[in-house]
């Protein structure tokens, strides 16, 4: 059964099916497992949220940008907007004019979204450049790097625009799997190598023309059909040196050496969502939302957590000697790097955690589905 109220998209002859296919989902009244109580604690670091701010609901797929000294971030309207990290202080908004699918991409200077009209949305400072529509579907927040802009659609074809004019520079499309996820994707930078998930795989791409330089596999789909073979690699991934680390959906978690385009270690584990870490761990929930830590070098389990179970957990993120992870009530829970065990919790205003926690400096950032935004941090 697939999780979380996921959808599939069909591709016919490697192009996306126009219908997408809403799965059931694992927390339905009839089916939900009973999420774990909340755990007493007594709080052994200090943390407070530090300001905060409200835009429309986050209704889709939000990646937030940290660049600079500013977030860039935005809600289902349409309003993009840049925050100062320090006191929440917006330096730009601007709204798009229509909802969104997928956003936040940002290298500082532009940033990208794209509209429930397929539209990719770039601004420039944040005003408006330019817009283009795309020709299938997009869940995955752009990439803007090096003046250039990098989509991801939930069929894997992979786009690259001028940042400044918007001028198409190339598309690669390779044979697609019967069945793709309309999750979001990977997508990232490994120093001149542009990164992103196509099926199971991680595969390198010359960011100047298009052409694939290598490919290595996350995980190795079993199953009777094709339903139970799908193993997308799903946002966010964790770079760590030369090694790109993320989750394929329901199947394993891995590492892969970027330089050489080798899988480094593989581990069968389900789960729905991204995976946090650093040098040292990996971090990722299971599809009951048990946390697991893998060492980063070898894959080894470090330690397990097992208290926020059916909880709905966000993508973790490892932040110093913190693990940080949002769950369905708002909550952020915050566990020692070393032995999973909950150090912190802190509120939000009750409704899920939308996306993975993210860190510039010593401020962490996360979002709610209500569109509170609200910036954490631990003493």
């Known amino acids: ?74 809600a289902t309207d349409g309003v993009v907007t840049a925050l100062r990290a320090s006191d929440g202080q917006a330096q730009w ?86 069945l793709t996820l309309a999750q979001a994707g990977v997508i990232s930078v490994y120093r001149d190598t542009l990164i992103v998930g196509q099926g199971p795989r991680l595969t390198g791409v010359d960011p100047l023309k298009g052409t694939v330089r290598w490919e290595a596999s996350v995980a190795n789909p079993r199953g009777t059909n094709e339903v139970e073979r799908l193993a997308d690699l799903v946002a966010p991934a964790v ?44 971090v990722g929930g299971d599809a009951s939302d048990r946390l697991t830590a893998w060492n980063t070098s070898n894959g080894e389990v470090t330690w397990t957590a097992e208290q926020f179970q059916n909880r709905r957990l966000s993508a973790p993120l490892v932040q110093g000697e913190t693990v940080i992870v949002g769950d369905f009530e708002g909550y952020v829970h915050f566990l020692a790097r070393d032995t999973g065990k909950t150090q912190l ?14 860190a510039l400096g010593q401020t962490i950032l996360v979002a709610t589905r209500k569109g509170g935004f609200y910036a954490l941090r631990p003493e």
Do not use: Y
């Open 93 to 178: 908004r601007s709204d798009v004019g229509a909802k969104l699918t997928a956003g936040v991409g940002s290298d500082g200077r532009f940033a990208a979204v794209v509209t429930r009209n397929n539209e990719l949305v770039v601004l420039d400072a944040g005003k408006i450049a330019w817009r283009k529509t795309l020709p299938t579907p997009v869940v995955a927040a752009p990439l803007v790097a090096g003046e250039r802009v990098f989509v991801l659609s939930v069929d894997r074809q992979v786009l690259a625009f001028d940042a400044l004019d918007g001028r198409k520079l190339w598309e690669l499309r390779r044979p697609g799997d019967a």
């Open 1 to 74: 059964m697939m999780a979380r109220g996921v959808r599939l998209s069909a591709a016919v002859l490697g192009v996306a099916a126009s219908v997408l296919l809403s799965a059931c989902s694992i927390f339905s009244s009839s089916t939900a497992a009973k999420p774990a109580e909340l755990e007493k604690i007594t709080p052994t670091i200090a943390g407070r949220v530090v300001w905060h701010a409200s835009l429309d609901s986050v209704q889709f797929p939000l990646s937030i940008a940290a660049k600079g000294d500013q977030f860039v971030l935005a």
């Open 345 to 358: 919790r802190l509120s939000t205003d009750g409704s899920p955690i939308a996306a993975a926690p993210i």
């Open 239 to 282: 770079r760590s040196g030369d090694l790109l680390c993320a989750r394929a959906f329901q199947s394993a978690v891995g590492c892969v050496n970027a330089d050489r385009g080798l899988t480094l270690w593989s581990r069968n584990v389900g789960g729905t969502q991204g995976v946090g870490g650093d040098a040292k761990i990996i």
